[in-house]
């Protein structure tokens, strides 16, 4: 069976691997679609710090249901469109103690801690499998990022009397902002690319800033009053990113940082302690793939229009060196794994 690894840094490439084996518990999912994340760029570029190369990425899935075990329930049937839950908990570590699964000290995300779904069929657990009836493949291959991005905003204890200061409006920044949105809170969007701060105006962000046009910290100054924002959801990785989230957030504030850097952030700690924040770290998504599913079934958002560009199989490979070399433009990227 067909695969694509990240063989080393920059270089990406076909493999065979072996056909998986279905366990009573698990459903046989024919993969359709593969949604690169950032994290996947960044093994591409060889800093991704939970990444040993080789490894095959990939855990943005759609695909369908083409065989069941023989104890996974009849609500789940072979020919259902399907997404996957692509992290694993321990159940015993503090946080699973606690309830928050998704950022068990023992996780292993398909594609990050071992190998992904850039294949041709999976078998997954399916506990882990969520199916609609009205989505698209390419629709469900979007979920688990907004799912991310969605965690974020409830991190951060997002309420109708924030102003939250997004920064970076990709795929999980956009479904940081659906959530925020929906909670009620005033969004500032901030990003470089104008077509991405495009899509954050027909997500529902009120305001939008090219921080390579306009002094950013000038522009959240003026739509807040002076005080900064109530929360920052840091969505880019960078450590500019990082230390803006810090500067612009108003006192007594929260940040939620989802994005990560290999490098450096150098963060300004005066200011952590100065205005008393509140930092919450975000990983993954913690029950809420349903809701991100219901928001598609309603069509609250053009949630396409967060597709980039689609790349066939065979031109995986062409995917990731794209995506390197035009970073800021791109929002997603999906490889269509029948083409």
């Given at each position: 069976m067909k695969a694509f690894a990240i063989k080393e840094k920059g270089v990406v490439d076909a493999i065979e691997v072996a056909e998986p084996k279905m366990g009573a518990g698990d459903v046989l999912l024919e993969v359709y679609f593969i949604g690169l994340c950032g994290s996947d760029l960044n093994s591409y570029r060889g800093l991704m710090p939970f990444v040993t190369l080789p490894r095959i990425p990939g855990h943005e899935i759609?695909?369908?249901?083409?065989?069941?075990g023989s104890e996974v329930p009849d609500t789940i049937k072979t020919g259902d469109y399907a997404t996957v839950e692509p992290y694993t908990n321990c159940g015993v570590c503090p946080s699973c103690r606690q309830g928050r699964v998704n950022c068990c000290q023992f996780n292993q995300t398909l594609g990050v801690q071992r190998e992904g779904a850039l294949t041709?069929?999976?078998?997954?657990?399916?506990?882990?499998?969520?199916?609609?009836?009205k989505l698209s493949l390419h629709e469900l291959a979007l979920v688990e990022p907004l799912s991310v991005g969605y965690h974020g905003a409830?991190?951060?204890?997002?309420?109708?009397?924030?102003?939250?200061?997004?920064?970076?409006?990709?795929?999980i920044g956009m479904g940081a902002l659906c959530a925020t949105v929906r909670k009620g809170a005033t969004v500032i969007a901030l990003?470089?690319?104008?077509?991405?701060?495009?899509?954050?105006?027909?997500?529902?962000?009120?305001?939008?800033?090219?921080?390579?046009?306009?002094?950013?910290?000038?522009?959240?100054?003026?739509?807040?009053?002076?005080?900064?924002?109530?929360?920052?959801?840091?969505?880019?990785g960078t450590p500019i990113t990082f230390n803006l989230a810090l500067e612009l957030v108003a006192f007594a504030g929260r940040v939620v940082t989802i994005g990560y850097s290999k490098n450096e952030t150098g963060i300004k700690t005066q200011l952590i302690v100065s205005k008393e924040l509140n930092i919450f770290g975000s990983r993954n998504a913690l029950r809420v793939f349903p809701s991100v599913i219901s928001m598609f079934e309603r069509k609250e958002k053009p949630f396409t229009d967060m597709i980039t560009k689609v790349f066939s199989f065979d031109q995986t490979p062409e995917a990731f060196k794209y995506w390197n070399e035009n970073p800021g433009t791109v929002s997603k990227i999906l490889i269509d794994v029948k083409n």
């Open positions: 759609s695909g369908i249901i083409v065989d069941k041709q069929r999976i078998a997954v657990p399916f506990q882990k499998v969520f199916i609609s009836k409830n991190r951060g204890n997002v309420s109708e009397t924030d102003t939250v200061l997004l920064l970076g409006c990709g795929t990003d470089i690319d104008d077509a991405k701060l495009e899509v954050a105006k027909k997500f529902g962000a009120t305001y939008t800033i090219n921080s390579l046009k306009e002094d950013p910290k000038e522009a959240v100054m003026r739509y807040t009053n002076n005080e900064g924002a109530s929360v920052a959801i840091e969505a880019a």
